[in-house]
């Protein structure tokens, strides 16, 4: 079993549709990430979370670090969203030298239609 | 303020050689981390470097190994090349050794072995 899990695999939306994507974890953490893949490679950062809430614009990322879970909603979808959405979790960090790790989740591959 | 780069872009080499890849951090950040990615597959963390000294390591064999400069600026050496080495290497940088701030990530390395 994956230490980062995320559902649905693959998600196919209308324009304009909200869209939840899920992301739940088994092991500690120090922050939770996601990040956006498009077709060509490059990785955007999109929110670092270790407790509560962030927006930014049309996304919103939520943590829940009892239950070891963690969304991310996108409202007013658009085509231009369409992309590989990735959860990543992060252990250690500074102060515990060596010990940083940095584990991916699946991927949600995201499909907006006009 | 400049973002994140690496070279070369592209690289095919013979099973069995050696390859260096090559990050420049954003301005201002002290902490690098590269990941593998290959075709079809999320990434995979391989190690970080933070004021010069590894940071973690993933799951990756020791002819994977790395180097930070006083600038920051990072290399990926991997000796031995095999054909799985074959992928997408992308290195991010942040602040704080991985506990503070996002990671940005630069465009990757795509390296081919025959």
């Known amino acids: 079993k994956n230490e980062v899990e995320q559902s649905p695999q693959n998600l196919t939306a209308q324009e304009g549709e909200f869209i939840t994507i899920n992301c739940s974890y088994s092991?500690?953490?120090?922050?939770l990430h996601w990040l956006q893949q498009h077709p060509g490679g490059g990785i955007v950062s999109l929110f670092m979370l270790s407790s509560g809430k962030k927006k930014h614009g049309r996304l919103i990322a939520t943590i829940n670090i009892q239950e070891k879970h963690s969304s991310l909603h996108i409202t007013a979808s658009h085509p231009r969203d369409s992309a590989v959405y990735i959860c990543?979790?992060?252990?250690?960090?500074?102060?515990?030298?060596?010990?940083?790790?940095?584990?991916f989740g699946t991927g949600t591959r995201l499909k907006v239609l006009a | 303020e400049t973002g994140v780069t690496q070279s070369p872009t592209h690289l095919i080499k013979t099973r069995g050689q050696q390859v260096t890849l090559r990050c420049s951090s954003q301005?201002?950040?002290?902490?690098v981390s590269w990941y593998q990615q290959a075709l079809g597959q999320g990434p995979q963390f391989i190690f970080q470097?933070?004021?010069?000294?590894?940071?973690g390591r993933g799951n990756f064999p020791p002819r994977f190994s790395g180097l930070q400069f006083p600038n920051y600026s990072s290399e990926l050496n991997v000796n031995a090349l095999e054909l799985d080495d074959s992928a997408l290497y992308l290195c991010a940088s942040s602040l704080g050794g991985g506990r503070f701030g996002e990671q940005y990530f630069g465009p990757g390395t795509r390296l081919t072995v025959t």
């Open positions: 301005s201002g950040h002290n902490t």
């Open positions: 990543a979790v992060t252990q250690g960090g500074t102060g515990t030298s060596g010990t940083y790790k940095y584990i």
């Open positions: 470097y933070y004021r010069e000294e590894e940071n």
């Open positions: 092991v500690g953490i120090s922050a």
